[in-house]
């Protein structure tokens, strides 16, 4: 009579000491509950699904790979559908937000909070799950390239707007531009419109040419009439 032994797959295995000495056998029970604990990653954005009327989510790949009591590397689950951070505060935000790639920071609640997520409110737990992947929240924006478009505050003093597109300012009402020293326009080949009821200053305005409705002001000449018994004569 053949007697067949069952034997557990090798990843699944304690480590060898583990399964002789009662300290070492605590020991990694102890250690795999702590395992069990999820606190923070290192995670890939896989895709983004933004809202409307709240901030998004994202689905994301965790990058640290697991491995088994024998070394054999695991492979990591992705996580679904997580709330992903903007600086908020009120009304007012800075709206950036993540794209597919993107490499940043996830960090996992210590309670199930399915059940804020879905109401915005304070409510119970739904289950008794803690520190678990599906309670994720993605923070982002590390171990990412260096940035084409920015708003860079300098360490010395000074604030830096680049824009790879366009660059739009509204406001409901004005928009003041103060600056003792002076304010520079750079164009280049473009031109520079401006649509008001009126401009008014106070400061000399230095301009090779300025072309109006009638034609360019270098070429324009006033008629000024001439004394009895003289010619007429024009003056630019």
Do not use: C
Not at 31 to 48: F, M, W
Not at 182 to 201: K, L, N
Request: no cysteine.
């Amino acid at each position: 009579m053949s007697v067949t032994t069952l034997t557990p797959a090798p990843k699944y295995n304690s480590p060898f000491e583990a399964q002789f000495d009662p300290d070492q056998a605590q020991l990694f029970i102890i250690s795999k509950l702590l395992r069990g604990l999820h606190t923070a990653d290192l995670v890939k954005v896989l895709a983004v699904y933004p809202t409307s009327g709240k901030v998004g989510f994202v689905d994301v790949q965790p990058l640290v790979l697991d491995q088994d009591t024998n070394g054999v590397v695991i492979a990591q689950t992705p996580i679904y559908k997580i709330p992903y951070f903007q600086l908020q505060g009120g009304n007012s935000a800075v709206i950036l937000a993540p794209v597919i790639g993107d490499i940043g920071l996830a960090v996992f609640a210590e309670r199930d909070i399915t059940n804020v997520i879905a109401t915005q409110k304070e409510g119970a737990a739904p289950t008794a799950r803690t520190y678990n992947t599906a309670d994720g929240l993605y923070i982002g924006g590390v171990l990412n390239p260096d940035p084409t478009q920015w708003v860079k505050f300098n360490p010395a003093g000074g604030i830096d707007i680049k824009s790879t597109g366009t660059l739009t300012l509204e406001a409901a009402t004005t928009i003041t531009m103060s600056a003792p020293n002076g304010i520079t326009q750079t164009t280049g080949s473009g031109s520079w419109q401006m649509t008001a009821s009126g401009i008014t200053t106070n400061l000399t305005i230095n301009a090779p040419d300025v072309t109006l409705p009638r034609g360019s002001v270098n070429n324009h000449v006033h008629f000024v009439p001439a004394a009895p018994g003289t010619s007429n004569t024009y003056t630019g």
